[in-house]
């Protein structure tokens, strides 16, 4: 079991910036990868941004060049760094924790956090 506690939040104007943090607990050794999604009112989630174990990153064409995901191993925390927040990335971002598990189709589970409000006024 994984838990995810997510924070950082809040309302910006646009051109504005946010960080968000995830601080995961429980069987964190099993984590190959952390990231950010997001879903914004009549949309599905989508992937905005994720690291894996060995570091590698990638990004929604989206956010490439405004955002960037980064974490510190000894607190077990993930952070995505946004700049230049525009009123298109409102959403609720949520933290993800993907582990391998060879019983499921995919071949892999995924943790949810329970969920932070990003809103961009313009």
């Known amino acids: 079991q994984v838990q995810l506690v997510e924070s950082g939040g809040g309302l910006v104007q646009a051109g504005g910036s946010l960080r968000l943090s995830c601080a995961a607990s429980g069987s964190i050794f099993s984590i190959n990868r952390m990231g950010w999604y997001r879903q914004a009112p009549g949309k599905q989630r989508a992937l905005v941004a994720a690291?894996?174990?060995?570091?590698?990153?990638n990004y929604a064409d989206s956010v490439k060049g405004r955002f960037t995901i980064s974490r510190d191993n000894a607190k077990n925390t993930v952070y995505l760094q946004m700049n230049s927040l525009k009123p298109e990335d409102t959403a609720v971002y949520y933290c993800n924790a993907r582990v391998p598990n060879i019983a499921t189709i995919t071949g892999f589970y995924d943790y949810w956090g329970q969920g932070t409000q990003v809103t961009v006024s313009s």
């Open positions: 690291i894996t174990s060995g570091g590698s990153t």
